[in-house]
């Protein structure tokens, strides 16, 4: 194989750590604790680009309203965390599981085998794009630490082509993606802890991204209720007891009331709180929710 220069060693991402130089000498908790130091510098590195954050959850929610999706694409760890936020969306939030996906180079094989040569490849990029029909309703997230990664340049560029509005998730300044994407969030994150291991510091940092981008923007299309995760889905015994517990808090009714109400609404947490809240039937409650687009604050005295 023929190697060109990559010149990796300009990216932050790629340096090497001074502060971790002689981890390989320490002793356990040593070891431990500069890694915790490490980690420590990962929210305010995230905090600095809280603005471009606002501006991809307020871009996502106009998406979802618009009956638009939510698309993750990554590479190695990047791609995986994509996977793993989009995964959480239905459970979570109550939405389909077309409405946040999230694609791994290599495909879902790779999510739990390294298929590192995935990553290079530019056109795998373009054609997930293509195959999966993105519009000018969706928003794509494309997910790459050193900002350069093939794959996700090649969905990035053809679902601007396509119309999509797209942002960025890297870790370094100044990248490919920047040039790239509408809106490109790069926390700082520093050195890795090993040289080059992206699955610490900035994978955490995606990690953190990741939770603002899907939470604030279903809060904003009323998947919340306070704090509560009221469009959840109650589909094992532990959800079912926390859909009980939802309404309890949300209402004051005790448990007997709140497991009779929920039994009358095929376990569904909003449904059941308006009902209570504005002594309604099943029908007159999600006629509230649908006029209200699903905010219970809008309903709710």
């Known amino acids: 194989m023929k190697l060109k220069n990559l010149n990796l060693g300009s990216l932050t991402t790629e340096s090497n750590n001074e502060r971790t130089k002689y981890i390989d000498r320490y002793s ?4 431990l604790e500069v890694m915790n130091n490490e980690d420590k510098m990962v929210a305010f590195a995230v905090e600095e680009e809280l603005p471009k954050i606002a501006v991809a959850v307020d871009k996502i929610a106009e998406a979802f309203e618009k009956g638009g999706r939510l698309i993750y694409c990554g590479a190695g760890t990047s791609g995986r965390l994509g ?28 999510l739990r085998n390294a298929i590192e040569g995935a990553e290079d490849n530019f056109q795998d990029g373009v054609d997930l794009i293509k ?37 960025g998730i890297c870790n370094n300044p100044n990248t490919e993606l920047h040039q790239v994407c509408d809106t490109t969030i790069a926390p700082d994150v520093g050195p890795e802890v090993i040289q080059g291991s992206t699955r610490l ?3 955490t940092a995606q990690k953190l991204v990741l939770n603002m981008l899907t939470t604030g923007s279903m809060v904003k299309i009323g998947k919340v209720y306070q704090n509560y995760m009221v469009d959840m889905k109650a589909s094992n ?27 009358n609404c095929d376990f569904h947490v909003k449904t059941a709180i308006v009902m209570i809240k504005e002594d309604c039937d099943y029908e007159t409650a999600q ?3 649908e006029d209200a687009k699903g905010y219970i604050a809008k309903i709710v005295r």
């Not at 356990?28 to 070891?31: A, C, P």
């Not at 015994?237 to 929920?262: F, P, Q």
């Open 201 to 203: 510091k900035a994978g």
């Open 83 to 110: 996977v793993l936020d989009a995964s959480e969306c239905p459970p979570t939030f109550g939405t389909p599981k077309e409405m946040v996906q999230g694609f791994i180079a290599g495909g879902d094989y790779a």
């Open 237 to 263: 015994e532990k959800l079912l007891d926390r859909a009980i517990r939802l309404v309890m808090l949300s209402t004051g009714v005790n448990y007997e009331k709140a497991k009779e109400v929920l039994e």
């Open 131 to 167: 195959s999966i029909d993105v519009t000018e309703k969706d928003v794509v997230v494309g997910i790459t630490a050193s900002g350069r990664t093939k794959y996700v340049l090649g969905a990035m560029e053809q679902a601007k082509i396509q119309g999509a509005y797209t942002v």
């Open 28 to 31: 356990t908790f040593e070891m």
């Open 287 to 289: 006629q509230l929710l």
